[in-house]
């Protein structure tokens, strides 16, 4: 039998919800991530946890108002109107304390998962268009439009975590919610013609799910010998 205590590697997806001031500039977006954890033979765990944001999900559709035309689109330098895509980017990285409650004390690996942690958020705009023809949205141009922001943040997750032995289905899936205490990084908002360093509240709700790949630090033998 394994032991009752090693690191769990665990790839997982997240389906992010807005909230706060975060709200006003995307709507839902993805995650893909990796969360390393170890487990003690006490159920304490300790661990680390990143986030990868991406999606086509940017709300402010006036991000270029001030050198687009009546119709809303900007026009290139060859006098042609031009194609702009904007999505969502952003990292998350925390570190976290958390508990394994067991629901069958004979599956040590098993049960409620809870966490809090600690971590730093960011996220902005990511413009896609054309260098060669749309230079007043590119280069260093770029940064008075991409609302680069990032600050502390908190994380709270309450999920299940399936991992029996004898089983080589081992998941977690659960739910986690952040709060990030973010501010503008840009010295000056192009669009806004104001001050990019506004401080914010960005919340998110996700809904995440898992695989866990275990790697264990002993096998039960060796704790027992340890122990004896």
Do not use: C
């Not at 997806?13 to 893909?32: E, H, M, V």
């Not at 998350?92 to 971590?119: D, P, T």
């Amino acid at each position: 039998m394994k032991t009752e205590q090693g690191f769990m590697f665990s790839p997982h997806y997240g389906l992010q919800i807005p909230g706060g001031d975060l709200k006003a500039r995307f709507s839902n977006f993805s995650s893909i991530g990796m969360g390393v954890d170890y487990k003690f033979k006490n159920n304490l765990i300790i661990g680390v946890n990143y986030d990868w944001y991406f999606g086509n999900s940017v709300k402010d559709s006036g991000a270029f108002s001030g050198i687009s035309g009546n119709s809303g689109l900007v026009i290139d330098q060859n006098g042609d109107f031009s194609v702009i895509r904007l999505n969502m980017q952003g990292n998350y990285v925390s570190a976290h304390l958390g508990y394994l409650l067991n629901i069958n004390k004979k599956e040590r690996f098993s049960g409620i998962f809870m966490s809090g942690g600690v971590g730093v958020m960011q996220h902005k705009i990511d413009i896609l268009s054309s260098e060669l023809t749309i230079p007043q949205i590119n280069g260093e141009y770029e940064y008075g439009y991409d609302k680069l922001t990032y600050g502390l943040a908190v994380r709270e997750y309450i999920g299940y975590q399936h991992f029996v032995n004898d089983s080589r289905y081992r998941f977690r899936i659960g739910v986690e919610f952040n709060q990030g205490f973010t501010q503008g990084r840009r010295t000056w908002d192009f669009n806004a013609n104001k001050s990019g360093l506004d401080k914010r509240l960005d919340l998110t709700t996700v809904f995440k799910i898992g695989v866990i790949v275990p790697v264990y630090t002993k096998n039960r033998a060796d704790e027992e010998f340890f122990t004896d």
